[in-house]
């Protein structure tokens, strides 16, 4: 349970699929345009799924579901690819080896 003043991250729908623009790629077409937002949270309390009022950080008032209380911050370079572990290898013996300038 969020209470007023907690910092919260909420979910907006910006762009249903048919809004989105004809020239992106299809599999991008299918998926709405969502953004995410973290703020504190106006409403006296809410819990995670409910429709909640915030004011950003540079004082932004934005309405959203609440999709997280307290968020951290999570970074990622997304999941290992094993191709890319000796590709350079690869690179480096169809240039010439260690010996190529």
């Known amino acids: 349970m969020a209470r007023k003043g907690d910092w919260i991250r909420i979910s907006n729908t910006v762009l249903e699929p048919h809004q989105r ?15 995410w937002v973290k703020g504190f949270l106006l409403d006296e309390e809410a ?31 997304g999941a290992y690819v094993p191709e890319l572990s000796y590709i350079g290898h690869q690179l480096r013996d169809i240039l010439g080896g260690d010996h190529h300038e």
């Open 47 to 77: 819990k995670i799924n409910d429709t909640v009022t915030i004011r950003t950080y540079i004082g932004r008032e934005l309405q959203g579901t609440l999709v997280a209380i307290n968020p951290s911050y999570q970074h990622t370079y």
């Open 21 to 35: 623009a004809e020239h992106l790629p299809e599999d991008t077409k299918k998926c709405p345009l969502t953004m």
